[in-house]
């Protein structure tokens, strides 16, 4: 397994980015809004038809069956349909599509799995539950549950933070980053809060206009600087224990 | 009440569904043979249902001509009802399925429309069914109606996606009340200019089961065999469509070649039950809605469920329709509407009110 490599040119939203993941590596990518970043995701998780430039741990994505693919990369969308009526465990169970034969149905092994899924997420008491009638923070730990049946090992997360309070942010991504060390997870997400997405990076990459602007550890990204140039933003960034804090400023008027 | 899970199993139909549906479809079969002009003890019906086993003889007490009523008139019938129900019943589940849209059925997608407009076409223009009965419709007719449900469908599609914000619930049914407007108009124009071909036409589409024998059925028969197993062996990926284009291809699917099949499959099957019965509505709206409510939204248990109850639903309303006026008969499509809406309601109310 060699990584993941993207340089998606042509595409008028995102222009020759090139970006490489090591495998076990959390990867966040920020931008201001339009910048390309869910599209960046769409294009890994092999959603648009530019996988050309896109390699899989050492296998071109284009080379990939749909069903292959699915087994290696799991999404979790920003705001994911909650099929109404859909409990819980059938949700999570949608997650081994790949697995099971086309025209075929769930084996005895993968409702185990997923009930392995479940207790691993603290949700074995939800299973019955339906979808829609649970609250955000234990529909993003079903969302969470349902990649994670899917067995893949790269995880690509868009906005997985959006919906929550700020405590539930906290618990999803603590829980993502637990997942990732004991299970050998990449992680490639998306993330509006910067502070959090310092705080759990290995490493940035910011986009812009199409382009990386800027790579490498959350404190060489995260700098006033850059957020001024590329967000337009007022800030100050406060070295924090975990990353670098990026607190919003009023801008003085003249 | 959170649907079907008993246990932490799968969605799926459970055995005590599948034989009420089962035993809904036996009652409609014994009672549709049963009641009539001339009625039989529901019994001997069912001894002599059970005599055209092979290896089956019983003593049913019928005579030959009463024999004969129930072999060659009532349960041709009863059989068509039976199959065009459950026809456009699991029409309409697939549709609602694989638009993510409730309000998906053959009638607000202009699929009945489109395949009423080509039969009236070769009705009025090819001759058939000019001696003033269509009991010998030929196999081509189907087959035409299969055109033109499917052309309907795909200009359905076209428009309600024109209209921007794809998937947009009623941007679909909007343009599938315009498709079924323009196709219906270009249905009337041509009764106009064949007015030999009205009473045909017009009796036909009022939906008919009264001429049925056993040639409709076989008509019919391939056509449905080949819906349904297409699909019924398409319900978990219809589940995992609910979650939407995206999540279903990152899952391993491929949404639109499903979506494309299940909509020549399911139109397919609509056009059969057209092409044989006329324009029956309701069945395919309400069918569905009544099993989602009753037993579950999975697609696992709306698809072999409507296509029993459908069944069942349309044998029983076809009692109904002969006998409610005899020795008149009431067109079916008339009584479907009359019994479905009330009925429809009540599920609704009893059922939400089970749920909160």
Redesign the interface.
Known sequence: MRGLHVALGGTPILTGVDLTVAVGEWVTVIGPNGAGKSTLL?AV???LPAPKAITLFGTPSAALR??????V???V?QS??V?????V???V???R??Y?PA????STA??DAV?EVLGRLDLSGF????LATLSGGERQRVFLARALA?GATLLLLDEPTSALDIGHQQDVLELVDQLRREHGLTVLATMHDLSLAGEYADRMVMLAGGQVVAAGTPPEVLTEELLATHYRASVRVVPGAHGPLVVPVRPTRP | M??P?SA?????LRKRWLVAGLFAVLVALVVGVSLGPVSLPPGSVAAELLNLFPGVHLDSGLTEREIAIVTELRLPRVVLGLLVGGLLALAGGCYQGVFRNPLADPYLLGVAAGAGLAVTAAIALGGAGRQGTLSGLPMTIPLAAFAGSLLAVTMTYVLGAAGGRRGSPAMLILAGVAVSAFLSAGQTYLLQRHADSIQPVYSWLLGRLATAGWHDVLLVLPYAVLTTVVVL??R??L??L???D??A??????PQRTRYLLIAAASLGTAAAVSATGLIGFVGIIVPHTV?LLA???YRVILPMSLLFGGAFLALTDVVARTVAAPSELPIGVVTALLGGPFFVLVLRTARRVLT
């Open positions: 769409r998780g092999g959603l749909r069903r292959d693919r699915a087994r990369v799991a999404t969308a994911p349909v099929p109404p009526g859909m409990s465990l059938d949700y169970l949608l997650g599509t790949p099971i025209l075929g149905r769930e993968d409702v009930h299973h019955r539950r339906e899917q | 959170t649907g899970l932490a199993r799968p969605a799926g062996l398409h978990r990926e589940d995992v609910a979650v939407g995206d999540e291809r990152s899952l391993g699917l491929h989602r579950g939204s999975s």
